[in-house]
């Protein structure tokens, strides 16, 4: 036994009628080299290739009529079969569609503890109702209308595949990733701490407290930031939250404050 020999972490098999939707992207970044490093594998299956007809045909009218075309159910139930033969069972097979749940970062920490996971992406109106069958859940990534399930595949692979221990470089700042607490972002800076911006624009500053080197302090005016950008951008997120004392205290007063605002 080689004292070099890794084991892929996690294999994603991608259903598409369009590979190199799937495949581009993939060759840049974070994720691209974790599938150069072994820590990630990515298959991505044609879906033309499980039909037996001559053209290749992988669409058909719908029954009763009505606009648009339907994914046929054989090529798809074929690929499934050829993952499920190649991965064995159980295997989680994701169907990518409107009409699925919304995923969320809590759907993507439960999926990175799994080790095949099939992604099946719909096109034209949708898949055959009888597909749905073969597919262990069922994922939308918004309320708005895509062309096809290729782009909410790649952001469910993406959210999923960062979460694997190795991808991503920094290990703390996937820990710390504020969504896992449920706050947003405090605001970052970078040199120069004064910017002018065109001729003669106003000159940009960085806030005072973080250049003075007090951590307390900084810590402190982050904790605010990220707790007051959140009361005002994303309110529902608080609700699920999981905040520190420090942080539900700054909560208390920043509420305080604005409905003092509110009653002036
Ligand atoms: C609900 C919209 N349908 C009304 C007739 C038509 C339709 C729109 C878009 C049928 C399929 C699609 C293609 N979209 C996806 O496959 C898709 C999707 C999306 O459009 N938005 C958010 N998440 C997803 S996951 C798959």
Same mark, same amino acid.
């Given at each position: 036994?080689?004292?070099?020999?890794?084991?892929?972490?996690?294999?994603?098999?991608?259903?598409?009628?369009?590979?190199?939707?799937?495949?581009?992207?993939?060759?840049?970044?974070?994720?691209?080299?974790?599938?150069?490093?072994?820590?990630?594998?990515?298959?991505?299956?044609?879906?033309?290739?499980?039909?037996?007809?001559?053209?290749?045909?992988?669409?058909?009218?719908?029954?009763?009529?009505?606009?648009?075309?339907?994914?046929?159910?054989?090529?798809?139930?074929?690929?499934?079969?050829?993952?499920?033969?190649?991965?064995?069972?159980?295997?989680?097979?994701?169907?990518?569609?409107?009409?699925?749940?919304?995923?969320?970062?809590?759907?993507?920490?439960?999926?990175?503890?799994?080790?095949?996971?099939?992604?099946?992406?719909?096109?034209?109106?949708?898949? !055959?109702?009888?597909? $749905? *069958?073969?597919?262990?859940?069922?994922?939308?990534?918004?309320?708005?209308? #895509? @062309?096809? =399930? /290729?782009?909410?595949?790649?952001?469910?692979?993406?959210?999923?595949?960062?979460?694997?221990?190795?991808?991503?470089?920094?290990?703390?700042?996937?820990?710390? !990733?504020?969504?896992? $607490? *449920?706050?947003?972002?405090?605001?970052?800076?970078?040199?120069?701490?004064? #910017? @002018?911006? =065109? /001729?003669?624009?106003?000159?940009?500053?960085?806030?005072?407290?973080?250049?003075?080197?007090?951590?307390?302090?900084?810590?402190?005016?982050?904790?605010?930031?990220?707790?007051?950008?959140?009361?005002?951008?994303?309110?529902?997120?608080?609700?699920?939250?999981?905040?520190?004392?420090?942080?539900?205290?700054?909560?208390?007063?920043?509420?305080?404050?604005?409905?003092?605002?509110?009653?002036?």
């Amino acid at each position: 036994m080689s004292g070099f020999s890794r084991t892929v972490s996690m294999t994603f098999d991608i259903v598409t009628i369009f590979p190199r939707v799937i495949e581009q992207p993939l060759e840049a970044g974070v994720l691209g080299r974790a599938i150069e490093r072994g820590v990630l594998d990515v298959k991505v299956h044609d879906l033309r290739r499980f039909t037996t007809d001559r053209h290749h045909v992988v669409d058909d009218v719908p029954y009763g009529g009505g606009p648009g075309m339907v994914l046929k159910p054989e090529p798809m139930f074929r690929a499934v079969d050829f993952v499920e033969a190649e991965r064995g069972r159980p295997l989680t097979v994701i169907l990518t569609s409107p009409q699925g749940r919304r995923f969320t970062q809590a759907d993507a920490r439960r999926l990175a503890a799994c080790q095949h996971i099939a992604l099946l992406c719909g096109r034209y109106e949708g898949f !055959d109702e009888r597909v $749905r *069958g073969r597919a262990t859940e069922e994922l939308s990534i918004g309320d708005y209308v #895509l @062309t096809g =399930g /290729e782009l909410p595949a790649l952001v469910i692979l993406e959210a999923v595949a960062r979460l694997i221990p190795g991808v991503v470089g920094d290990e703390q700042s996937v820990a710390e !990733d504020s969504f896992s $607490r *449920g706050l947003l972002d405090f605001p970052q800076y970078t040199r120069p701490a004064e #910017l @002018t911006v =065109g /001729e003669s624009g106003p000159t940009l500053r960085v806030p005072e407290v973080l250049l003075s080197g007090h951590h307390a302090e900084i810590r402190r005016w982050r904790k605010r930031e990220a707790v007051s950008r959140t009361l005002t951008r994303r309110p529902d997120l608080l609700a699920t939250a999981s905040l520190d004392e420090e942080e539900k205290e700054i909560l208390r007063a920043l509420q305080d404050d604005r409905m003092a605002e509110w009653q002036k």
